[in-house]
T-cell receptor
């Protein structure tokens, strides 16, 4: 398997524009996570899905952010409208299970999408 | 919810020396403690993990220790090499099994 695939790797856009980040998880992984990484806040969990269903979106910063998983092999994170403070590296990760008793819950991360909003 | 604190934020070591990173967690129900390594321009990658029923685990030059009573766990890297330079994250599961990450430690190994 090629691992978790994210696109685009880099995105530069202007404030107010819509941004769509894409992710293809590892085949067979039931869990998909979207993280945001910044110097100030580190790795923040935005939302995660189990079997394509959003389970916990409490980390989504505000209504400008939305995420979908229409099928087991594809997910999107959309920001509309984008703002300069959204500039960050966004990671998608997938896993077989959540961490916990009896399960490894190892997260496999993509290489990230670096977003710059001017 | 779970809160994970990690220290130090940066660590500079001479090649061949040891490096130690320490983390504390708040949720006594946490039972899984992985460590991830992030190289420049890449996503974090699991390097070692430990479960709450184990006090120590070793894999070649890296080892993790866990003290459940004190709610802290540590990563030890011995005989450091330049390729060990990276950002290291500790993490702990919350009551739902989700991982809460520490803030990260930038490790620089100087020749």
């Amino acid at each position: 398997d090629a691992g978790v695939i994210q696109s685009p790797r880099h995105e530069v856009t202007e404030m107010g524009q819509e941004v769509t980040l894409r992710c293809k998880p590892i085949s067979g992984h039931d869990y998909l996570f979207w993280y945001r990484q910044t110097m100030m806040r580190g790795l923040e969990l935005l939302i995660y899905f189990n079997n394509n269903v959003p389970i916990d979106d409490s980390g989504m910063p505000e209504d400008r952010f939305s995420a979908k998983m229409p099928n087991a092999s594809f997910s999107t994170l959309k920001i509309q409208p984008s703002e300069p403070r959204d500039s960050a590296v966004y990671f998608c990760a997938s896993s077989l299970a959540l961490g916990g008793t009896g399960n490894t819950g190892e997260l496999f991360f993509g290489e990230g999408s670096r977003l710059t909003v001017l | 919810g779970e809160n994970v604190e990690q220290h130090p934020s940066t660590l500079s070591v001479q090649e061949g020396d040891s490096a130690v990173i320490k983390c504390t967690y708040s949720d006594s129900a946490s039972n899984y403690f992985p460590w991830y390594k992030q190289e420049l321009g890449k996503g974090p990658q699991l390097i070692i993990d430990i479960r709450s029923n184990v006090g120590e685990k070793k894999d070649q030059r890296i080892a993790v220790t866990l003290n459940k009573t004190a709610k802290h766990f540590s990563l030890h890297i011995t005989e450091t090499q330049p390729e060990d330079s990276a950002v290291y994250f500790c993490a702990a599961t919350d009551s739902w099994g989700k991982l809460q990450f520490g803030a990260g430690t930038q490790v620089v190994v100087t020749p």
